[in-house]
């Protein structure tokens, strides 16, 4: 089957199986936390941590593992990703406590780094070098699909079977990925020689990067000594300084920082990781603000439903509706325009259920034009050889972008106040981020003239 013409295709749609399940993930816990709070009497700032845990290990692994599969191949390590995944998401669905629950997310992480870390590389190498915009949109898609329907069919599942099969619905899914993918997906016919692990460089990352969320939790309300704001902050820049010495000194480092070098990809991972914290700085805002305006909750669900719809709409579609003499930079470049126009709008005007849905989805579909051409501008100026860590570095930015959204919006809220002001201020933060997209994405001839 992997012969037929069209078989890059089916490669590509199995690896939306994995886009599709991350995000329906990140998308869908949020909604048990009531139900687990009640169930193992935790207070919300442990039951956070079923999300924190999980984007934390992620963040941590992406890089060494998309390192790792160069080496030993992308698709054995993607479908030993399906089965840790799924095992570990039975496991969660059975789990007697928070704490072990907790530790079966963390499992649960490891197998989404060997899926993610992937991903990227597998659509770049399955699809034809003309078709990699569309088979990338693709994707985008899976995961706009993924998180446009966790809130629907996470508040389903919790208000009828239970929180457990929140979890226990990744079983299914992941059982069919497992089994188109042995079949579907190619092999690596790229290798890179030689890559190692480094434990030592996996800790510091993870330390960077966990302190510094931490720092950013305690600043937005998190029940912490008052000092230890500055105690984390000082050892997220000091884990992320010893983190890139190292990496400078090591021979064959997990982290090659002369791809970072490169300015297509620096400035390009820089835009993949303000997409996406704009992408999900509204998931945390709506909610808050469609509270203080007591409004239902399926209210703000179906509200923010319009921001993935736009995303999945262009990624998919956006190709025809460009025009075809738009390189990936002009692309890049009009979605973060785009971006920016939204959100200025979204500034001015009230931010009510019948005008909101509206500006969202124009948000949604300018950052699924803007997705899909930037991760093309950083894969394609990525050797073949190492396509996985340069798919583990755009997995990265996009977790680290993810993590700052909800971290950004949180401390705007906390610092801001109640009220409308402070939903104002939330917005004009990711309006701030939309406007380092544009210049990420600034034609060549502009960069230079500036």
Same mark, same amino acid.
């Given at each position: *089957?992997?012969?037929?013409?069209?078989? !890059?295709?089916?490669?590509?749609?199995? &690896?939306?199986?994995?886009?599709?399940?991350?995000?329906?993930?990140?998308?869908?816990?949020?909604?048990?936390?009531?139900?687990?709070?009640?169930?193992?009497? @935790?207070?919300?700032?442990?039951?956070?941590?079923?999300?924190?845990?999980?984007?934390?290990?992620?963040?941590?692994?992406?890089?060494?593992?998309?390192?790792?599969?160069?080496?030993?191949? %992308?698709?054995?390590?993607?479908?030993?990703?399906?089965?840790?995944?799924?095992?570990?998401?039975?496991?969660? /669905?059975?789990?007697?406590?928070?704490?072990?629950?907790?530790?079966?997310?963390?499992?649960?992480?490891?197998?989404?780094?060997?899926?993610?870390?992937?991903?990227?590389?597998?659509?770049?190498?399955?699809?034809?070098?003309?078709? *990699?915009?569309?088979?990338?949109?693709?994707?985008?898609?899976?995961?706009?699909? /993924?998180?446009?329907?966790?809130?629907? &069919?996470?508040?389903?599942?919790?208000?009828? &079977?239970?929180?457990? !099969?929140?979890?226990?619905?990744?079983?299914?899914? /992941?059982?069919?990925? *497992?089994?188109?993918?042995?079949?579907?997906?190619?092999?690596?016919?790229?290798?890179?020689?030689?890559?190692?692990?480094?434990?030592?460089?996996?800790?510091?990352?993870?330390?960077?990067?966990?302190?510094?969320?931490?720092?950013?939790?305690?600043?937005?309300?998190?029940? +912490?000594?008052? !000092?230890?704001?500055?105690?984390? @902050? @000082?050892?997220?820049?000091?884990?992320?300084?010893?983190?890139? %010495?190292?990496?400078?000194?090591?021979?064959?480092?997990? $982290?090659?920082?002369?791809?970072?070098?490169?300015? %297509?990809?620096?400035?390009?991972?820089?835009?993949?990781?303000?997409?996406?914290?704009?992408?999900? #700085?509204?998931?945390?805002?709506?909610?808050?603000?469609?509270?203080?305006?007591?409004?239902?909750?399926?209210?703000?669900?179906? $509200? +923010?439903?319009?921001?993935?719809?736009?995303?999945?709409?262009?990624?998919? +579609?956006?190709?025809?509706?460009?025009?075809?003499? !738009?390189?990936?930079?002009?692309?890049?470049?009009?979605?973060?325009?785009?971006?920016?126009?939204?959100?200025?709008?979204?500034?001015?005007?009230?931010?009510?259920?019948? =005008?909101?849905?509206?500006?969202?989805?124009?948000?949604?579909?300018?950052?699924?034009?803007?997705?899909?051409?930037?991760?093309?501008?950083? *894969?394609?100026? &990525?050797?073949?050889?190492?396509?996985?860590?340069?798919?583990?570095? =755009?997995?990265?930015?996009?977790?680290?972008?993810?993590?700052?959204?909800?971290?950004?919006?949180?401390?705007?809220?906390?610092?801001? #106040?109640?009220?409308?002001?402070?939903?104002?201020?939330?917005?004009?933060?990711?309006?701030?981020?939309?406007?380092?997209?544009?210049?990420?994405?600034?034609?060549?001839?502009? %960069?230079?003239?500036?």
């Amino acid at each position: *089957m992997r012969r037929r013409p069209d078989a !890059w295709r089916l490669a590509v749609l199995t &690896v939306c199986f994995g886009a599709f399940m991350g995000q329906l993930d990140a998308s869908i816990v949020t909604l048990t936390y009531p139900a687990l709070g009640a169930e193992f009497h @935790a207070p919300l700032a442990a039951v956070q941590w079923v999300s924190l845990s999980y984007l934390l290990t992620l963040v941590a692994l992406l890089v060494p593992v998309g390192r790792f599969s160069d080496a030993r191949g %992308r698709k054995l390590m993607y479908l030993y990703g399906f089965a840790l995944f799924t095992a570990a998401s039975a496991a969660c /669905g059975l789990a007697p406590g928070l704490v072990a629950l907790i530790a079966f997310r963390v499992l649960q992480a490891v197998g989404a780094a060997l899926l993610q870390a992937n991903s990227v590389a597998l659509v770049t190498t399955s699809a034809p070098r003309e078709r *990699m915009r569309g088979a990338l949109g693709m994707q985008a898609a899976g995961q706009a699909i /993924g998180l446009a329907l966790g809130p629907t &069919v996470g508040g389903v599942l919790v208000a009828t &079977v239970g929180w457990r !099969w929140v979890f226990g619905i990744n079983v299914p899914v /992941g059982i069919v990925a *497992m089994v188109a993918g042995h079949y579907l997906l190619p092999r690596t016919r790229h290798r890179a020689e030689g890559a190692r692990t480094d434990p030592a460089g996996v800790l510091l990352l993870g330390g960077a990067t966990t302190a510094g969320l931490l720092a950013l939790s305690a600043a937005s309300g998190l029940r +912490l000594p008052d !000092w230890s704001i500055g105690a984390l @902050a @000082a050892v997220a820049v000091a884990a992320g300084a010893l983190f890139v %010495r190292r990496q400078l000194r090591l021979r064959r480092p997990m $982290v090659d920082l002369r791809l970072l070098a490169a300015e %297509r990809i620096g400035s390009g991972l820089l835009g993949a990781l303000c997409g996406y914290l704009v992408l999900f #700085g509204p998931l945390v805002l709506v909610p808050v603000e469609f509270d203080r305006l007591h409004l239902p909750v399926l209210v703000s669900g179906a $509200v +923010l439903t319009a921001l993935p719809f736009g995303f999945a709409l262009a990624a998919t +579609l956006g190709d025809r509706a460009l025009p075809t003499r !738009w390189d990936d930079r002009r692309r890049a470049w009009a979605g973060a325009l785009g971006c920016a126009a939204a959100l200025a709008l979204m500034a001015a005007l009230p931010a009510t259920p019948t =005008v909101l849905p509206v500006l969202l989805a124009l948000l949604g579909i300018a950052l699924g034009v803007f997705t899909p051409a930037n991760n093309t501008l950083v *894969m394609s100026a &990525v050797p073949a050889a190492s396509a996985g860590t340069g798919g583990g570095l =755009v997995n990265m930015a996009r977790g680290l972008g993810t993590a700052l959204g909800v971290a950004a919006v949180t401390l705007a809220l906390h610092l801001a #106040g109640q009220g409308s002001a402070a939903d104002r201020v939330a917005v004009l933060v990711l309006l701030a981020v939309s406007l380092v997209a544009v210049l990420t994405a600034l034609p060549q001839g502009r %960069r230079r003239n500036g």
